[in-house]
């Protein structure tokens, strides 16, 4: 964390249980010395963050030895700012048997101008896993190669006939419905981390892309797998420069959680006794010191 950045007190970290493939989140500050601090209540994985921390380089983690018996991967990945880690995120995949979904590293290959796999988290779904493995996408090309070209989070919704994700034969036959990437950059381009949710058991309610503009943030794009139209927001939302979770990000120059509805929900209307969204996190990312996006999951 900058040492310009507000801390944040440690919120809890909820189990979205009921979305089945997360078992639960953790996100940590990186101070400029080094040192790893939690904003979540819970620290189960903190020696993988200060791995990603210490190394800059985003990890997924499937040796049981290593993992606790309800865990049955990790995906943890830096935020940058200012050519520095800020933050690091922690997703814990959940080792039910009914968990579909996807963890990927995408990484640029030697001198050539694409990306390839490099790791990859895929429960009951081979055939899309050997499928990734052959693949290279260019930049521009393919969720991966998106991030990668436009340095900022990208959704792709119905990915079985969205045009942009081209391995949509694969996300048809395993019922795999929504896509995310997130850009990680230091200086130059490190990787493209993609987390691809089934119909099935999803990893979020609703994933969103927000972008900075003279008068606070604009939804980009956003995608709702599991709530109602009355949760959902329309592109070209507007939100106060200080406002939800792209404001709160924002002030604390790092990636944050909530469970305020005041924070979380902002903009939306929410059932009243009966919400179904309880909590949301955000994933800031920045060229260099400047904020290009924010990634809104919301639980």
Not at 42 to 67: C, H, N, W
Not at 228 to 254: F, I, M, N, V, W
């Amino acid at each position: 964390m900058s040492n310009s950045s507000p801390s944040l007190s440690p919120s809890p970290s909820p189990k979205p249980s009921s979305l089945v493939f997360l078992r639960s989140f953790e996100i940590y500050d990186v101070g400029p010395s080094g040192a790893v601090i939690a904003i979540t209540d819970r620290t189960d994985f903190k020696s993988f963050a200060m791995e990603v921390a210490a190394t800059g380089q985003p990890m997924v983690v499937v040796d049981k030895e290593r993992l606790a018996v309800d865990v049955a991967a990790l995906l943890v990945f830096p935020v940058y700012k200012s050519g520095m880690v800020t933050s690091v995120v922690v997703f814990a995949a959940s080792n039910s048997p009914d968990a579909i979904g996807v963890f990927e590293v995408w990484e640029p290959t030697g001198s050539f101008d694409d990306v390839k796999l490099t790791l990859g988290y895929y429960p009951k779904l081979e055939r899309f896993q050997n499928v990734s493995s052959f693949v290279r996408f260019e930049k521009g090309i393919g969720l991966p190669g998106q991030v990668w070209h436009r340095h900022r989070a990208v959704v792709h919704d119905d990915l079985p006939n969205h045009p942009g994700f081209l391995r949509a034969a694969g996300a048809s036959a395993e019922s795999l419905t929504t896509g995310i990437g997130i850009p990680v950059f230091d200086d130059d381009y490190v990787a493209s981390i993609v987390l691809i949710s089934s119909k099935k058991t999803p990893m979020a309610r609703g994933f969103e892309v927000w972008i900075p503009d003279a008068d606070g943030f604009t939804l980009l794009e956003g995608a709702y797998p599991d709530v109602g139209p009355e949760y959902s927001l329309l592109p070209k939302t507007k939100l106060r420069a200080d406002e939800g979770l792209p404001g709160q990000a924002a002030s604390h120059g790092g990636a944050c959680v909530s469970m305020n509805p005041a924070v979380f929900a902002a903009r939306r209307q929410l059932a009243a006794g009966g919400a179904k969204i309880h909590s949301g996190i955000a994933i800031p990312h920045y060229e260099g010191s400047v904020l290009t996006s924010v990634i809104v999951m919301l639980f």
